[in-house]
């Protein structure tokens, strides 16, 4: 089986998060770039089947900046097998980006794409249901689990109260919310091994594909509201404190 | 402006993110309510059904709540139409031609002012459109799913055990959540039990959903959920920033923890400094006494 994962690089989910001189995108100075969580759960997921059956093909695939390079390389560091890079210095529009992609995916031929929820940078969750439209495959949603099944792929899907368990055909597409266990650390053959891998690279203009689509665009940017300034109770006995807090959110905050 | 509303269900009552929008549809505009039934919610059938009506109609703005089903049948309904799509926002409103909305990014470390063009398709976040009480609910037209365009097989539903009564996590309007503090998942009746009192949601930290205390669903933060109840209570939570991004949008934050340097501290309005197991069963009583009287 080939499983293929489009990934995205966004600011490491440790970074304190400021917003830039133009009022409207981050400050990216000094910032530490990272595989988007949900992608990271993408690939542990692939490379989980990988584990059980060798001769599983686990692809990468990026649409961004050059930088998003080093976002392959870590996950060839995982253990995933290729990468490719389509160079776009500027942020196509969110269904340029499907198609783009859908170009890649035909070339590559997977049987299982598996994307990330969303990028944890715009959050919006877009494109993975999006590149299935384009290429008319079926898709699962928010899935915890894909097990091979006889001519298909069962897919877990985390609902409400329980999992709904999906048989798809191959080829499919899934969005990642969780794999099953923590994504790995690169090892250190791991990460030699990757280094002396070929990361494909072309321009997004070398695809054909227009780049131009409905776009949301950012008029302005602001930290969420400062918090603080809250009233700490303590040094009492906890029946006090509570009868004292619980008063305080009925009758200061409202809220019981 | 011409707005369609795409309702959901819990059970057999309209979710309150529907009356949500259909309040807020009916300020923007020439509103209308449609839900898609069928025996469950699938993409192909449920887009398929949806964009015949889209087309028929031609509002320019589709609303849906950016829940589970709803967040994945508008991006690929979007997709479909080839219309603009902003997902998860928390405020909206019509400017010129356009709409403009507002929705956190990078998980919930940023808002943006987003400019979207019309026609749409917009998820908005449970509980962030006002809603009056006692509102009557909304018109609803109902279509069919299309399941002649299924290419899944629903194979079966797997329940966990936990949950299920309770109101859900991303909708609640009072969420009591658990981290390591807690010690262990033997000790969760204490969260459980003042979530009861409260009438609220249960949720927990990622390391506790990562040592496999609690199920993933219950996990608020980055990774997890996001959620923006009127009261937000993190009992035994260090607060890292991936679960301060999942709920500092809280109305009303109370932080219980013995560490009074904890990060949680610098987001919460009332912070208690003491031990969960000797404060939080003395509160669940004090809550239930205030709440009776």
Redesign the interface.
């Known amino acids: 089986m080939k499983i293929l994962i489009p990934l995205k690089q966004v600011p490491d989910s440790t970074v304190r998060v400021k917003v830039g001189a133009d009022g409207k995108s981050i400050a990216t100075e000094g910032i530490t770039w990272s595989i988007s969580p949900y992608d990271e759960y993408a690939i542990e997921m692939a490379l989980e089947r990988k584990d059980a059956d060798p001769s599983t093909v686990v692809a990468v695939v990026t649409v961004g900046p050059a930088r998003s390079r080093d976002a392959l390389r870590q996950a060839l560091a995982m253990g995933c097998d290729e990468a490719s890079i389509v160079i776009a210095d500027q942020a196509a529009a969110p269904l340029a980006l499907a198609r783009a992609l859908a170009k890649v995916v035909e070339e590559s031929k997977p049987d299982l794409v598996l994307c990330g929820k969303q990028a944890s940078d715009d959050d919006q969750g877009f494109v993975g249901p999006a590149l299935a439209e384009v290429l008319g495959w079926p898709h699962v949603a928010t899935i915890t689990k894909a097990v091979p099944a006889d001519g298909g792929v069962e897919l877990w899907r985390e609902v409400e109260g329980g999992h709904e368990v999906w048989k798809a055909p191959l080829p499919a597409l899934a969005t990642v919310h969780k794999s099953e266990k923590e994504p790995r650390y690169p090892s250190l053959p791991g990460i030699m091994k990757a280094k002396k891998k070929e990361i494909a690279e072309r321009a997004f203009s070398d695809l054909a594909v227009d780049p131009a689509g409905p776009a949301p665009e950012v008029l302005s940017m602001e930290p969420p509201p400062a918090r603080g300034g809250g009233k700490i109770l303590k040094d009492g006995d906890p029946k006090h404190l509570a009868e004292q807090l619980a008063t305080a959110l009925r009758d200061e905050a409202k809220v019981l | 402006m011409k707005i369609l509303v795409v309702a959901e269900r ?1 059970g057999t009552e309209l979710r309150r993110v529907t009356l949500e929008l259909a309040a807020k549809a009916k300020e923007l505009g020439d509103a209308s309510v449609v839900e898609i039934v069928g025996e ?1 919610y ?3 059938p449920f ?1 398929s059904a949806l964009a015949r009506k889209v087309e028929a109609d031609s509002p320019d703005l589709v609303l849906l709540g950016a829940t ?1 089903n709803g ?2 049948l508008g ?2 309904l ?3 139409l ?7 926002v928390t405020g909206l409103q019509a400017s010129g031609g356009s709409l ?2 507002e ?15 019309l026609p ?1 398709v917009v998820t908005t976040r449970p509980g962030s459109m006002p809603l009056k009480n006692g509102v009557a609910a909304p018109e609803v037209a109902k279509i069919e799913s299309d399941t002649a365009v ?11 055990a936990s ?2 009564k309770r109101v ?1 996590l991303a909708e609640a309007r ?1 969420v009591v959540s658990g981290g390591r503090g807690l010690k262990g998942p033997e000790n969760w009746s204490l969260v459980e039990q003042l979530a009861d009192a ?1 009438g609220g949601a249960v949720g927990a930290s990622r390391a506790v959903t ?1 040592a496999g205390w609690r199920p ?2 219950e996990q608020v933060g ?2 997890g959920k996001t959620v923006t109840p ?2 937000y209570v993190a009992l035994g939570i260090s607060g890292a ?2 679960h301060l991004a999942g709920m ?2 809280s ?4 932080a219980v923890n013995k560490d ?1 340097d904890a990060d949680i ?11 969960v197991f ?2 939080v069963p ?2 669940t ?3 239930k ?3 009776s009287t």
């Open positions: 819990k469950r699938s993409p192909l887009v589970l967040r994945d991006a690929r979007a997709a479909r080839g219309r603009a799509y902003a997902a998860d403009e909305v929705r956190p990014m990078y998980a919930g470390k940023v808002r943006a002012k987003v400019r979207v063009p749409a299924e290419k899944l097989t629903f194979v079966k539903f797997a329940a966990v949950g299920g859900s009072i409260l990562d993933n669903e980055q990774t009127d009261l920033i991936q500092t949008s109305k009303v934050i109370v009074p501290f610098k987001v919460a309005d009332y912070g208690v400094v003491a031990d000797e404060f003395a509160f009583e004090a809550v006494k205030v709440r």
